[in-house]
């Protein structure tokens, strides 16, 4: 409990200061881009900072500005007829809104080149936010770092020790029959809700725009062969060839109980091995924790403002709702008409194991509680809990399923808002697809989804500054997609256990 307040007090600091930077330091928006007045409009001299790598283009000369007055749909179209135009175009980019402009004999007009504004390099605030931005881009790095080890060490290692138990291949079946099963529905639900919510659609987070999201994703089948990495190795140099790393995870597992002896159990130890430490690093990286927190927040509040808040708190909203609705609706059910468990019996006797998740926030470290609540409160047999828990607490994660589903297209909508191409259909499935993975690849710690998301993020080439966003308010939903977590594993040992006859719940006192 105590890293939870810990992690709290810190994200509070962090606004608190961030607020009295906003204050008191000075800070004009700043586009980089500079203009002329030219005939018919205005002609763009030069682009730097914030603008560069926007699809401005130098020389161009722009007749329209459409300028964004804050909330969605509240834009208005600037014509530039007149030299002077110029010179509004400037204030209004001073007073920090976002324009787009627009040539008309551009072929692609329709797509209005967006100008990103920040902070003048120069400027007091900025010098002052550098030291946490610098602090915030190292944390952020550190965490990228665990991403391909930490991946691999926890699925081969998950995998090998399965496939171990030779004699338990239908119950095997069955368990990943049940983990993949309420992992998809979880994805599925919050794919839903984060698209009638849409709280990404012009939020202010005063992110610099992207254009290129997920428009290389044409064709469903394209997903399944990107699956299959043609070099392993440059697929582990790359975090957004997560979907590849897994698959090649899965296959290295399975291999390893299909080999013979001394080779099965001695790269069975070597990966399990690995993956202590791998845990063991991750645990080190993580108590740095409060302090990243803190200087993401200072850059962010300092440079935005609490408006991005508010899109952030509709954000947590939508993953709260999908929780719930995952945890008290579709599981229930599951558990009633697949495992004949009565819920509200089963939830009274998981208390413990829920309570652990909420102050711990790893399905790991509640391993233990949740292994002695299932079998004493529970009643499900040995055999079943020591073979279904140890593997749902790193592969089952239901809550964390569906937070990466919501937070990458809450994060798409965002950018799709602000100039981007939205995320096609196609490009969605392709999101439940590697939402569902990263699940699977996510070890049990604090963090975990978040650190997975930055590879879904990657591989639909969208900028992983937005999730840095994200890390800032994680912890509360981190402890609810925990306690989800943690349920689905309970709830996967009872209809598991039933199954198998190896379920007698005893009378609770
Ligand atoms: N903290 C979660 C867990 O241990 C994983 C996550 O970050 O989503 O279950």
């Known amino acids: 409990m105590q890293s939870h307040w810990k992690v709290l007090a810190w994200m509070l600091a962090g606004l608190i200061v961030g607020?009295?930077?906003?204050?008191?330091?000075?800070?004009p928006a700043y586009s980089g881009a500079k203009w002329?007045?030219?005939?018919?409009?205005?002609?763009?001299?030069?682009?730097?900072?914030?603008?560069?790598?926007?699809?401005?283009?130098?020389?161009?000369?722009?007749?329209?500005?459409?300028?964004?007055?804050?909330?969605?749909?509240?834009?208005?179209?600037?014509?530039?007829?007149?030299p002077k135009d110029a010179d509004a175009v400037r204030a209004a980019a001073q007073n920090g809104q976002i324009l787009w402009f627009v040539a008309s004999e551009d072929p692609e007009a329709e797509k209005p080149a967006p100008l990103a504004l920040g902070m003048d390099p120069d400027s007091q605030r900025a010098v002052w936010i550098e030291p946490f931005a610098f602090f915030a881009s190292i944390f952020m790095g550190l965490l990228k770092m665990l991403i391909v080890p930490l991946v691999l060490a926890s699925i081969v290692?998950?995998?090998?020790?399965?496939?171990?138990?030779?004699?338990?291949?239908?119950?095997?079946?069955?368990?990943?029959?049940?983990?993949?099963?309420?992992?998809?529905?979880?994805?599925?639900?919050?794919?839903?809700?984060?698209?009638?919510?849409?709280?990404?659609?012009?939020?202010?987070?005063?992110?610099?725009?992207?254009?290129?999201i997920g428009s290389h994703v044409e064709n469903p089948l394209e997903i399944l062969r990107r699956m299959v990495p043609t070099n392993v190795v440059s697929a582990m140099t790359d975090n957004g060839a997560m979907l590849q790393i897994i698959f090649f995870a899965l296959l290295l597992g399975y291999f390893i109980t299909?080999?013979?002896?001394?080779?099965?159990?001695?790269?069975?130890?070597?990966?399990?091995?690995?993956?202590?430490?791998?845990?063991?690093?991750?645990?080190?990286?993580?108590?740095?924790?409060?302090?990243?927190?803190?200087?993401?927040l200072v850059k962010v509040v300092a440079g935005t403002g609490v408006e991005p808040f508010k899109a952030l708190l509709i954000y947590m909203f939508t993953v709260a709702l999908a929780l719930v609705l995952h945890a008290c609706?579709?599981?229930?059910?599951?558990?009633?008409?697949?495992?004949?468990?009565?819920?509200?019996?089963?939830?009274?006797?998981?208390?413990?194991?829920?309570?652990?998740?909420?102050?711990?926030?790893?399905?790991?470290?509640?391993?233990?509680?949740?292994?002695?609540?299932?079998?004493?409160?529970?009643g499900v047999s040995n055999k079943v809990t020591s073979f279904t828990l140890p593997l749902g607490a790193t592969i089952n994660m239901d809550g964390t399923a569906l937070y990466e589903c919501i937070g990458v297209i809450f994060l798409a909508q965002y950018y799709a808002s602000v100039g981007g191409e939205p995320l096609t259909w196609t490009a969605q499935a392709l999101v439940v697809v590697m939402a569902l993975l990263a699940s699977i690849g996510a070890a049990g710690i604090p963090s975990a989804g978040l650190v997975m998301m930055l590879t879904i993020l990657s591989a639909l080439n969208l900028p992983v500054e937005g999730a840095a966003l994200l890390l800032a308010v994680d912890r509360p939903l981190d402890m609810m997609r925990t306690v989800v977590n943690v349920w689905s594993d309970s709830c996967g040992a009872a209809v598991i256990g039933n199954s198998e006859g190896e379920l007698e719940m005893p009378e609770l006192a």
């Open 157 to 212: 290692s998950g995998v090998a020790s399965v496939g171990a138990l030779k004699d338990l291949r239908r119950l095997g079946w069955k368990t990943f029959a049940y983990y993949i099963g309420t992992s998809l529905l979880a994805v599925l639900l919050g794919q839903l809700l984060v698209n009638l919510i849409t709280p990404g659609t012009g939020a202010e987070l005063g992110l610099s725009p992207a254009s290129e």
């Open 36 to 82: 002329k007045a030219a005939p018919g409009g205005i002609e763009l001299v030069s682009v730097a900072g914030p603008s560069e790598g926007s699809k401005l283009q130098v020389g161009q000369v722009y007749d329209r500005v459409i300028v964004h007055r804050g909330k969605a749909g509240e834009e208005s179209v600037v014509e530039l007829n007149d």
């Open 329 to 378: 609706v579709t599981l229930p059910l599951v558990l009633k008409f697949i495992g004949g468990v009565s819920p509200t019996r089963w939830l009274k006797a998981m208390g413990p194991a829920i309570m652990t998740a909420f102050s711990t926030s790893s399905s790991s470290m509640t391993l233990p509680v949740t292994m002695k609540t299932v079998e004493e409160r529970g």
């Open 258 to 296: 299909r080999s013979a002896e001394p080779h099965a159990s001695r790269m069975r130890d070597f990966f399990e091995s690995f993956f202590q430490v791998m845990m063991k690093m991750a645990e080190g990286i993580l108590s740095l924790l409060p302090y990243g927190v803190f200087a993401l």
């Open 19 to 27: 607020l009295l930077f906003q204050a008191f330091l000075d800070a």
